[in-house]
């Protein structure tokens, strides 16, 4: 009889429970990932740091979610608690405590899931070609002396906006560039409107001396266009749709001026939002941020001629004590001292009116430089008739038609080839002859050459 020998088991394999954790890693990454889940927020902290924690749950279970900072800085919206949420991420451990976690990568409202997969996906290949940026934005200019709007005529936004820059700078001109700003249609005229408003984009060169008309414009070709303002009120995600357009967002990156966008409320994105030069929370905001106030740009001209003239006094005191020293000096002569006087009382003036004159000046030599040019323009459209008139005349003297009014004819073969020689004849052919008023159709009876 055979002796049964007893089976012996290996011995389970020991695991460091860091290693355990990294294996489990390992394998919800295989099998699970990238995963997309539906819930509830609850107990939502967003960190100092930027990053964002929270649970999942609903009737029958809860998970633990982190969002770091770079993909919670692209969230159109404020996440809340209870809130039905879709987000899409990586399964995980996290191996310092051991807990199954779900890092976020894009979050939407619940039932705005396509919609929002397609703006983090668009957000995602313009941010990869550079056009957020901040090395491409372009400041705000210090003094600005045309506003161009793009928005919808009828929308709320922008009488709000109007109304902004009426208030801050009554002296500043604002073109309108009207626009839908929701529909099928909507992203390629905001496109249009931006670039009708980049053709009359002028840069800075220097003193403006304009009168400005201090209200709307629209279709004037005088305004030079020195910041841009892209607005639209609040809405859903599907109402400023239009604005997360690729098109719309690589015309904005090509503007030679700045553009401030003022779309929605304070918790709405958009992609213009992110290309634009500068963001602001709403449209009246956008207005207040594009051009210094009235009030304080004439409070800092009156700071500054206080200065000036702060200084040309000092100046004259100075030299008044000089002056006195000197003829202390000199025995004080009378007659010398009253006329150094009389000369610096007059330098005084000059120095507190030269600005003044400057100013006068410079504009006179603009206008003078406006007439001339206008002047030359004329003169070369001048130049241009009558050169196009000699054309003309030129042009009418070498009509054939006339030619054969002379007496001459045009004769040509069958084929309608050009009989040029009597090289190109022979006795018995047919031929054409066309006259001032009409053909005849005749047999050549004999060919004779000239001969030299």
Known sequence: MSEVLPVRRAAPQVWS???LCHAIADALDARFNPVRVAGEISGFVRAASGHCYFSLKDSSGQLRCAMFKRAASGLAFVPREGQRVEVSGRLGVYEPRGELQLV???????????????????????QAEGLFE????????????????VTSLGAAALHDVVSALQRRVPHIPVLIAPASVQGANAATELAQALQSLYAMAAPYDGLDLGTGNGGSVAGSAIVPIDVILLVRGGGAMEDLWSFNDETLARVLAKSPVPVITGIGHE???????FVADLRAPTPTAAAELCAMPLAQLLEAVGHTQSRLQTAVLRKLDRESQRLDQVSSRAGRPVALVNRLQLRLAAVGQRMVYAPAQHLQAQQTHLLASQAALRNAAHQSAERQRSRLAQLSVRHGALDPQLVLGRGYAWLQDDTGRPLTATAHMRTGQIVQARLSDGTADMQVRSVQRRRY
Do not use: C, H, S, W
């Open 17 to 19: 429970v860091g290693a």
């Open 134 to 149: 901040p090395e491409r934005k372009k400041p705000l200019p210090k003094r600005v002396r045309g506003i161009g709007v």
């Open 104 to 126: 976020v990568e894009a979050m939407a409202e619940a039932g705005e899931g396509n919609l929002y997969e397609q703006f983090v996906l668009l957000k995602a290949l313009l």
């Open 267 to 273: 918790t709405d994105f958009t992609i213009a939002d």
